[in-house]
T-cell receptor, first 112, second 115 residues
Framework: GNSVTQMEGPVTLSEEAFLTINCTYTATGYPSLFWYVQYPGEGLQLLLKATKADDKGSNKGFEATYRKETTSFHLEKGSVQVSDSAVYFCALSDQAGTALIFGKGTTLSVSS | EAGVAQSPRYKIIEKRQSVAFWCNPISGHATLYWYQQILGQGPKLLIQ????????DSQLPKDRFSAERLKGVDSTLKIQPAKLEDSAVYLC?????????????FGPGTRLTVT
């Protein structure tokens, strides 16, 4: 069945450091891929998405490229801020529009 | 635009008791989802509605969990009787449709503790 695997955390960085959170998936066909973020005390929010191979999703300085050849959707940001501290979830939805399948989440902690 | 509303935000019950959660999706959203998020894990789908019909309830423990979406708007999720392993955050989400990559909007969740 479909699944998502993301790197385990926590990830601890200093402000302005480069961020990469790895995400790989297993799916039949051509799923849509998502990154959701959960800030402390808040609900899940969509951060970015990509719906087909080679698409790049971007938002708030974060980027992720849909790589079908490596079945990956790694999240990157060139310079993290303290306000980026949160839990990040990689997720997929297949073409039939089924519910999201999430990874386990990666906790990011950024210190000043 | 109002977001997805859920209540209560927190609930503590003893095992074998029953509990119900309520969700009001974003106006006009046809698809409603209930997810269970156990501490340290990603959310897992319990049930998906399209209007007031069930699309997927394959992961719903039907011997103790039930859900309904009357009139295709609000939804309730019930657990009876609760077990210790049901301690989790229950998330409700809605989207315009179940077709294509429509964004799912999540509510704040209900944190359930079963003692």
């Amino acid at each position: 069945g479909n699944s998502v695997t993301q790197m385990e955390g926590p990830v601890t960085l200093s402000e302005e450091a480069f961020l990469t959170i790895n995400c790989t998936y297993t799916a039949t066909g051509y799923p849509s891929l998502f990154w959701y973020v959960q800030y402390p005390g808040e609900g899940l929010q969509l951060l970015l998405k990509a719906t087909k191979a080679d698409d790049k999703g971007s938002n708030k300085g974060f980027e992720a490229t849909y790589r079908k050849e490596t079945t990956s959707f790694h999240l990157e940001k060139g310079s993290v801020q303290v306000s980026d501290s949160a839990v990040y979830f990689c997720a997929l939805s297949d073409q039939a529009g089924t519910a999201l399948i999430f990874g386990k989440g990666t906790t990011l902690s950024v210190s000043s | 635009e109002a977001g997805v509303a859920q209540s209560p935000r927190y609930k503590i019950i003893e095992k074998r008791q029953s509990v119900a959660f309520w969700c009001n999706p974003i106006s006009g959203h046809a698809t409603l989802y209930w997810y269970q998020q156990i501490l340290g894990q990603g959310p897992k789908l319990l049930i998906q509605f399209q209007n007031n019909g069930v699309v997927d309830d394959s992961q719903l423990p039907k011997d103790r969990f039930s859900a309904e979406r009357l009139k295709g708007v609000d939804s309730t999720l019930k657990i009876q009787p609760a077990k210790l392993e049901d301690s989790a955050v229950y998330l409700c989400a809605s989207s315009l449709s179940d077709r294509g990559a429509y964004e799912q909007y999540f509510g704040p969740g209900t944190r359930l503790t079963v003692t």
